[in-house]
């Protein structure tokens, strides 16, 4: 079993920026990806932004640009720094990885993200 810790999200106006992280532990023999998916209401969940083995990024291209993800998927964690936001980047978030050997993904509970004056 794998666990994801989520922090961060919250309420901010538009145009400013806000830094998501999580922070995966359990049986994690081989981490093959970590990153972030998210969903506004009414819509699919979609890609945010992933990190491969190797630390290859991944964006999404709602926020191609404004978004970068790091951290180190040999470390377990990923952060999320967000900038530019729009009142379109309003949804919950939501953390995930791929692990093996037997591949498996597993999700996090979500932290919402706001953007509003």
């Known amino acids: 079993q794998v666990q994801l810790v989520e922090s961060g999200g919250g309420l901010v106006q538009p145009g400013g920026s806000l830094r998501l992280s999580c922070a995966a532990s359990?049986?994690?023999?081989?981490?093959?990806?970590m990153g972030w998916y998210r969903q506004a209401p009414g819509k699919q969940r979609e890609l945010v932004a992933t990190?491969?083995?190797?630390?290859?990024?991944n964006y999404g291209d709602a926020v191609m640009g404004r978004f970068t993800i790091s951290g180190g998927n040999a470390k377990n964690i990923v952060y999320l720094e967000m900038a530019s936001l729009k009142p379109d980047d309003t949804a919950v978030y939501y953390c995930w990885t791929r692990v093996g050997p037997t591949v498996r993904e597993y999700w996090g509970q979500g932290t919402q993200v706001t953007v509003s004056s």
């Open positions: 990190l491969s083995e190797g630390d290859i990024p």
């Open positions: 359990g049986n994690i023999f081989r981490l093959y990806a």
